[in-house]
């Protein structure tokens, strides 16, 4: 991956190399906070879901919220790594606005899991991160500077709000891969149901650290942290202009500082926040308040017989068990609700290759035009899949069947009864079809003459009146066939 490659103007005099690695915060989707019994809520009143715990009044003791837990352990197992049979609670201590106990109860030196893998499509095949640790921790209250005028002014319901963190090492190797990435493990997080992933809200928040080197270096370079971007497109922006400033700077003489940089989504850039802390700066030691994290190996085993099967290994399925070309299996896979709509019409249908087409084509539209999420159903899978071997089976054209799925959706009805309601089926008796065959050779002699001294176009011309003439009913094989015959007669 040469410099230019990542999408900056070129004419360096060295090429370069890019180097992301990403930390990820999700928070998980559970009923209460981490260490005590408010609800996590996006969008309330101010200060309206807090206690003595989150509020870190003096005396008030956390308690793990073993939902939390779990969900973390999903998403470790999710991703394939070890998780721990005892982690421990770590304070971090530093002071914000946000936070008002002066540290955030996090993981440290014992994480809840570590290693794993998460795989992502890249332009020419399949990428992979290693994942180097995933550790639990409590989020931090908001600061709002536009609430109150000249004040800023601090809402603590998110304060408390479990997340994991999940951080990968450096693997990363250009702007768009890391977008890759970032995509493939929220489709991961998503089939776990841990989170709710939804980055407008920020319950999936990305910090991509990112270093360039010259080609053919093997120390790495000096990294920046690039916090608080939370959409796909905002990244892979961040990380562009990040690394054109790197690159330039150090092809003019200079050296990258290792600091802190902010990303302004609005604005579309990226400013300073401060020069970056070292760990040793937050004086890490183990919460006096809480107990290790000790799992029950039984309840980990039964955490990860839980598990569904995971995006690619759906998407490899879906591949040799349908024989689908691995594009459309990868779309089908893209939500677990989707790829579940799909396989109950393939398994209700007679022809697979065919129910794939028709979910991610007519459906698709179906769907679009009512602006649905993915996972909602307009018709059921069974439906769809009486329309499909409908016309797989001839009774109706492919044109015909869209139009059936449009009044299917509206009215709820099956596939059949609105074939046989609206007398859409195929006519191809061969005295229907010979009327209307007559018909258009009589209304264009000159056309028929043509035709039959070569002027071979014209055929479909002829057919295209015949479909007219059908009102669309005519099967258009046998149509054909009989036009044929009775041209050369
Ligand atoms: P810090 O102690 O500064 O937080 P870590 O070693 O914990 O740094 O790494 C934090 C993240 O930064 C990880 O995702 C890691 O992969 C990534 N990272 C570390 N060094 C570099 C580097 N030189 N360039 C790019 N990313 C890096
Ligand atoms: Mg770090």
Redesign the pocket.
């Known amino acids: 991956m040469s410099a230019t490659d990542a999408g900056m103007s070129g004419g360096y005099d060295r090429e370069w190399e890019v180097?992301?690695?990403?930390?990820v915060h999700v928070q998980l989707a559970t009923e209460t906070k981490l260490f005590c019994g408010d609800r996590p809520t996006f969008g309330s009143p101010p200060n309206t879901h807090v206690c003595p715990v989150c509020l870190g009044l003096p005396g008030a003791l956390p308690a793990t919220n073993p939902e939390a837990v779990r969900l973390a352990v999903r998403t470790a197992l999710a991703l394939g790594c070890e998780v721990h049979g005892t982690s421990v609670w770590a304070r971090k201590n530093y002071f914000y606005p946000d936070l008002p106990k002066g540290y955030q109860i996090t993981q440290f030196d014992r994480p809840v899991a570590t290693g794993g893998r998460v795989s992502f499509d890249t332009e020419d095949g399949i990428g992979e991160v290693r994942i180097?640790r995933i550790h639990m921790e409590e989020d931090a209250g908001k600061s709002l500077h536009d609430r109150v005028s000249g004040a800023t002014a601090v809402d603590l319901n998110r304060a408390g709000t479990p997340l994991v963190e999940i951080?990968?090492?450096?693997?990363l190797a250009s702007p768009a891969d890391t977008r890759a990435f970032l995509q493939a493990l929220k489709q991961v997080l998503e089939y776990v149901d841990v989170s709710d992933c939804n980055m407008e809200e920020g319950s999936l928040r990305a910090d991509a650290?990112?270093?360039v080197r010259p080609v053919g270096e093997e120390a790495?370079?000096?990294?920046t942290?690039i916090k608080n971007v939370n959409s796909f497109s905002g990244i892979e922006k961040a990380l562009e202009q990040e690394i054109e400033r790197q690159v330039a700077l150090l092809e003019s003489g200079g050296t990258v500082i290792?600091q802190t940089l902010l990303w302004d989504d609005h604005a579309g850039e990226i400013r300073p926040m401060r020069d970056?802390e070292?760990?040793h700066d937050y004086r890490y030691f183990p919460d006096p308040d809480l107990l290790p994290l000790v799992l029950d190996p039984a309840e980990v085993d039964a955490i990860r017989n839980s598990i569904p099967e995971l995006p690619r290994a759906r998407r490899a399925r879906f591949v040799s068990g349908y024989g689908l070309p691995d594009y459309d299996a990868g779309v089908l896979t893209l939500s677990r609700a989707g790829a579940d709509f799909f396989e109950a019409v393939a398994e209700a249908s007679n022809d697979p290759r065919e129910a794939a087409k028709w979910v991610m084509g007519p459906y698709q539209a179906v769907l679009n035009e009512r602006g649905e999420e993915g996972g909602e159903e307009v018709v059921p899978p069974r439906a769809l899949a009486e329309l499909v071997d409908l016309v797989a089976d001839g009774t109706i054209s492919h044109g015909v069947g869209k139009k059936v799925l449009g009044i299917m959706a509206r009215e709820g009805l099956a596939a059949a009864a609105v074939v046989e309601r609206e007398g859409l089926a195929q006519v191809r008796d061969e005295t229907s079809l010979r009327g209307w065959v007559d018909e258009v050779m009589a209304a264009f002699p000159d056309e028929v003459e043509r035709c039959r001294a070569g002027e071979s176009r014209l055929l479909g011309f002829l057919m295209g009146k015949v479909m007219e003439c059908s009102g669309r009913r005519a099967d258009p094989h046998a149509a054909r066939q009989l036009l044929q015959e009775l041209l050369a007669g």
Do not use: A, C
């Open positions: 180097v992301i690695g990403i930390e180097r951080v990968t090492e450096p693997d650290n990112v270093s790495l370079g000096t990294k942290e290792q970056k070292e760990s």
